[in-house]
């Protein structure tokens, strides 16, 4: 299945997250069964990765959202430990510094987007000054509400520089989540995971369903497109994140640098310095 | 066999890089009989960067330093993939830009160092200072033989903070870079990787070689060690690398974070979320 068909989100049409199954898995049975094509997906975005790095004239940019145990953290553990960490990072967003919130809110995401060569990953990003910062009123509507075309605009800018960005929503039910909160109490290794806020961000569902049904349709553009990806399943995330990772990759046309130097003129340097090594070695 | 013991620089003692042959291998026979015992140590590796990166308040700076092609990319890509990306920065340092050229040498090192939690790499270092920058007589003796004093106040404000500093100098013979030189050239796909000045650094080994001597005795410290590791074997350089940092983060005494919530409160919290989606659900 071509899941970047399938999950991308169309800005011309109204989003119900409610109408997309979080439970669906591509018509693959089992973990076990789609195992292979993730292998294959993953091992294809390490090969690319070192492909771009080498080249260092195109990056990608993947930006991660997602309520509360979707599995950001998943998705980074499980698709890009295979990639070379040299080359790869991965940003995580917390609440923001008192320099970084002194400056507009497109100012700490621009320090830390890909350099040419590289792949980053954002871990939350600036998504969520349309995202938390409406939904607990942080600024006014006036405010956020005018950011979508300013992140419109500097997502341009970085594309135009040769940066592929891909924007993935993890998508799971709150039956899910509940579910996942239970493992963390119930398993002794999971506690510390555990946060405060846990549950009173769940009673914000509602809210967090309705700014990011505006903010995905708003900000998803054929530069920097958004994807919903059904979430329940962690290995189905993972499939189609991995694939449609990997297949925008494929398009970026990433070969083997061109040799900088002359061959001919490399082999007469490679062939003096072993003459003199024996001469040093005989010596010796 | 204990590679800290075996390969630490011992700062009351000259060194001589001539003395310690680069093509040992532990007694160990072969790549194949290592590989249990290096899948051993990356998997530790990662399991105690993960418990870094959740209590965060310890951090691991691993310095990368050798001669051309002695393996530094290497070490990266066989020890450093396994972690997790979240928390592991790998930084390679290049020329200096112009901004960085404006500021002290250790000015742009710094921006670099792990935060708290982080593990990072640095691919050659502000070590470069007294190597590169002594060798080609960028800045005056009197310039660079003044910092291996301001390299070590450096670490100490570093590790005072938390950080544990690790120092790996890759040692390998002229005849063994000599070897990976022609790989270079008569592989296609390594043709890339040539660059004009790999001859003519090569002619400045024993140059190199006195700088690292002087460096690295002057700059290992109880704090911040440098090991010497023979590395003609990848394999054993894999190795005794990864035994040397997995051992070190076994002292850090990483453990599970302590649990920051009421595990009570947050039951009762789990079991009103519960009713309430069973009653949404009913109603649905």
New interface residues.
Partial sequence: MDYRKEFVVNPRKKLKLARIDPVQSGGHASNEAAQPEITKYVTRMAELQALLY?NADQSLLVVLQALDAAGK?GV??HL???????????F?FKQPSAAEAAHDFLWRAHQRTPGKGEVV?F?RSHYEDVLVVRVHGLVPESVWSKRYALINDFEKLLTENGTRILKFFLHIS??EQ?ER??QR?DDP?R??K???S??SE?ELWPQYVEAYEEALVKTSTAHAPWYVIPANHKWFRNLATSQIIAETMEEMKLK??????D?ED??R??H???AA?EKR?GKG
């Fill in positions: 080498a953290d980074v553990r890009f430990s295979g990639m070379n960490p040299q080359g790869t990072s991965v995580g990953v871990n709150p039956e509940l909160f239970k109490l290794a506690n510390w555990i946060s405060e846990d549950y769940r083997l640098p061109p040799t900088r130097v061959l490399v082999r340097k490679y003096a310095a072993a090594q070695n």
